[in-house]
């Protein structure tokens, strides 16, 4: 899932871990382009020995064309003054190539391009780019957006494929610059299912090009998060793994410089335990461990790491590598110099900043190319499906049991209900789900698409899997160590409370349908008290049905037995539909007909809220 949504991972040390081999196919899909002829005139009379040029970089830009937030209906706007979109992105680039030439500029992405927006949503399944009973779909805005903006290429992000593979297809045919993805092999072959790498010439007048090789790499996750749209289709290996296999192929093909975009954070860390034998955030791994690299473009952690150095373990060089945040919060700019020796050029030199958008305006020629497609998707997130009794808030849903939380519940429970089997119908049912956004309002009044959207912000579909009451304990125990431990007689700081170990607020899951209390007094592992259904004990052979969305039912963040839970129910309907679904049928939406407090906060039995 990822993860805006994806925003909430921090930063550590290195760490070295290391991965299974995978053997996969020969060099089939990789693509060769060139980057724009040289300065016009007469080649000088010396050849140059020296020259430059940079790689441009964004990455998680989420389908952020313009900066606007849709959930708000107004321009987007933070505590820290950023803007968002590719739309200022672009004017950003436009300058980088006015002043160092066209020449010498590549532009490419890390990742994440076509989920994450209501813009994203709505041509993927309101007017989606795949079109609709035999017609042909319209253009995918950020295919228009990056084309005019002459990507070079981009690495496939997990988000791609939350769609599905169809929908990912059309999007790659309506690109004008490769999807690149040398760890998604096809299920069966074990070859690319895209593009491994490409290979860009700078033209140097009166000297050899400078052979540039892109490899891009993506998220092992995608095998997990997005199994019921992958799962024998295709698989994905580790990136150290395929590094391995593909950099010294791009040295053979005569490559000056070997560039990767990876769809993986640099702290080899993994968020998943080990449900796969891959490290989720495996840049720095990839550096320390693939001889070869000059730079990695960073993506996947929603951070800002403008420059940061790792030694290869094998040559003693150092990587440069660089994360520009998300959504076009920044854009890193990779800078090279080279020198020719005996006709072949060599990186004598390279560095790496980020710089931010929000001092420059909108490409106006991107305005003109998509600002119809922005009024569509504006008008259709505004439009009412039903009216609240209430305000209901979503502020205060990581430390309390609010309504706004209890109508997912609500939701879930019900759907899943619906949809069982007979030989499940009589199991007690639960309901799990994370609190996006401490941020989302639905109020009271008219109900649009919007406000339902805010505060489910990602696209994911219902399962029904099957927990005992122990395995119900432990999932609760882990979802209580987004908690800091907090002693009794120690006042409880709501500022401070929460996202311990890296734990972030869409990891954290509250349940409904079962009462219990967590102890922040207490050590990890030991919070859960007085687990109960019904008004009696929960017992551990107890069997429960619970209702859960698909990122956590394939393994998302890494909850206990989840996973490998028997399937009682699943659904390819989005669970941000079923909240549009049951405001529209029942016509308002009022908190009495499902809000229960059934959880709280304590401190050795005293409620701390």
Not at 178 to 183: E, I, Q, R, V, Y
Request: net charge negative.
């Amino acid at each position: 899932m990822p993860v805006n949504p994806m925003n909430r991972r921090e930063f550590v040390q290195k760490s070295a871990v290391t991965g299974a081999a995978v053997a996969v196919a020969g060099a089939a899909g990789s693509g060769t382009a060139e980057a724009a002829a040289g300065h016009p005139g007469h080649a000088p009379e010396k050849t140059p020995r020296t020259w430059s040029f940079s790689i441009l970089g964004t990455t998680d830009l989420h389908s952020h064309v313009f900066d606007w937030d849709y959930y708000t209906d107004a321009a987007y706007k933070d505590g820290k003054g950023n803007s968002v979109g590719v739309a200022r992105v672009a004017t950003l680039v436009k300058q980088q190539r006015a002043a160092k030439g066209e020449h010498r500029v590549l532009l490419v992405d890390a990742g994440d391009i076509i989920q994450g927006t209501s813009l994203a949503y709505y041509f993927a399944r309101v007017d989606p780019i795949t079109g609709t009973q035999g017609g042909k779909g319209p253009k995918h805005p950020m295919a228009v957006a990056m084309n005019h903006m002459r990507y070079d290429a981009a690495a496939l992000g997990n988000h791609e494929f939350n769609y599905g593979i169809e929908v990912l297809r059309k999007f790659e045919q309506q690109c004008h610059f490769p999807l690149l993805g040398a760890n998604a092999l096809d299920a069966k072959t074990l070859r690319p299912a895209f593009p491994p790498y490409t290979v860009k010439k700078i033209r140097v007048p009166g000297a050899p090009d400078i052979k540039v090789g892109i490899l891009g790499l993506t998220n092992p996750g995608i095998a997990l998060w997005d199994k019921d749209n992958v799962s024998g289709r295709m698989v994905f290996p580790g990136l150290v793994e395929q590094a391995k296999k593909y950099v010294p192929r791009l040295r053979a093909l005569g490559c000056d410089v070997v560039f990767l975009t990876d769809h993986s954070g640099l702290d080899g860390s993994t968020s998943y335990g080990d449900a796969l034998p891959y490290v989720e955030n495996a840049s720095n791994l990839v550096a320390e461990q693939v001889p070869g690299i000059d730079a990695i473009l960073v993506g996947h952690t929603h951070v800002e790491v403008p420059s940061y150095t790792v030694e290869n373990a094998e040559t003693g060089e150092d990587v440069l590598l660089s994360e520009p945040y998300c959504w076009g919060y920044r854009l890193t700019v990779f800078d090279f110099e080279l020198e020719l020796h005996h006709g072949r050029w060599k990186v004598t030199g390279k560095k790496a900043q980020t710089l931010n958008p929000n001092t420059v305006d909108e490409d106006p020629e991107i305005i003109e190319l998509l600002k119809a497609d922005h009024d569509l998707v504006v008008k259709y997130v505004n439009t009412a499906v039903g009216t609240c009794t209430q305000d209901l808030s979503a502020a205060e849903s990581c430390w309390k049991d609010v309504p706004i939380m209890d109508f997912i519940h609500e939701v879930q429970m019900r759907t899943v209900a619906a949809g069982l089997p007979a030989a499940d119908a009589a199991l007690p049912l639960i309901s799990v789900a994370a609190p996006f956004s401490r941020t989302a309002d639905i109020p009271a009044g008219d109900v649009t698409i919007r406000d339902i959207a805010g505060l489910y912000i990602y696209d994911n579909t219902l399962y029904g899997k099957k927990l005992t009451g122990a395995q119900l304990r432990d999932y609760l125990e882990y979802a209580a160590k987004y908690y800091h431990q907090v002693p009794a007689g120690t006042a409880a700081d709501t500022a401070t409370l929460t996202n311990a170990n890296s734990f972030w607020d869409y990891m954290y899951d509250t349940a409904a349908g079962v009462s219990y209390d967590i102890d922040i007094a207490q050590a990890e592992g030991s919070r859960i008290k007085n687990l109960s259904h019904g008004g009696a004990p929960v017992a551990d052979d107890q069997v429960f049905v619970v209702a859960v969305n698909n990122y956590r039912a394939n393994g998302g963040s890494g909850y206990p037995h989840i996973a490998a839970a028997d399937i009682a129910y699943s659904s390819t309907n989005e669970i941000r539909q079923l909240m549009i679904d049951y405001v529209t049928s029942k016509g308002a939406l009022d908190p009495a007909d499902f809000a229960v407090t059934n959880w709280k906060l304590t401190q050795s039995g005293t409620s701390v809220f």
